[in-house]
């Protein structure tokens, strides 16, 4: 399997539906389930922890067997320059917070197809718990029986 760096994803969806690329993991939304809807694509797995209610009918790649436990969650996150005082840290941290959580936001990201989960300091641990020390990497390789490229 050969990495082949795309710039973003619409060219990599375009390439995928010409059948230059067989193969194309990203974050989804209406355009993808739309195009599996039609039968332009196929959608295997879902990298979730759960599954999609985009995808309901499509499985976890956790439920493959051969990768038990994988999951691949996206997280995303703001950032701010390294001098940003403190102070001023917190109160943008609770003003996005209060706005991610509202009704207007969440409605917007709903119309989007988008999903979120608030992660909070128990799932942040349990995830890094999950994670740590797994080589998924080398067990996706030998499950599929290829060799990394040089």
């Known amino acids: 399997m050969v990495h082949v760096p795309r710039k973003g994803g619409a060219p990599a969806v375009q390439d995928l539906l010409a059948g230059q690329v067989d193969i194309f993991m990203s974050p989804y939304g209406k355009g993808q389930v739309q195009l599996v809807e039609e039968g332009k694509l ?3 797995a879902v990298l979730s ?3 999609q209610q985009l995808f309901s009918k499509v499985p976890m790649l956790d439920e493959s067997g051969a990768l038990k436990g994988f999951v691949f969650d996206i ?6 320059h390294r001098n940003t005082p403190g102070a001023i840290v917190n109160v943008l941290h609770k003003a996005l917070g209060e706005v991610a959580n509202g009704a207007t936001v ?3 990201l709903g119309a989007a197809w988008c999903t979120t989960l608030a ?3 128990t799932t942040r641990s349990s995830s890094r718990r999950r994670d740590s ?3 998924w990497s080398g067990v996706i390789l030998r499950h599929a029986r ?3 490229s040089r």
């Open 42 to 44: 196929k959608a295997p």
């Open 119 to 121: 992660m909070t300091s």
């Open 146 to 148: 290829l060799r990394p």
């Open 106 to 108: 969440r409605g917007q």
């Open 75 to 80: 997280r995303v996150g703001y950032f701010v």
């Open 49 to 51: 922890v759960g599954r």
């Open 133 to 135: 020390g797994r080589p």
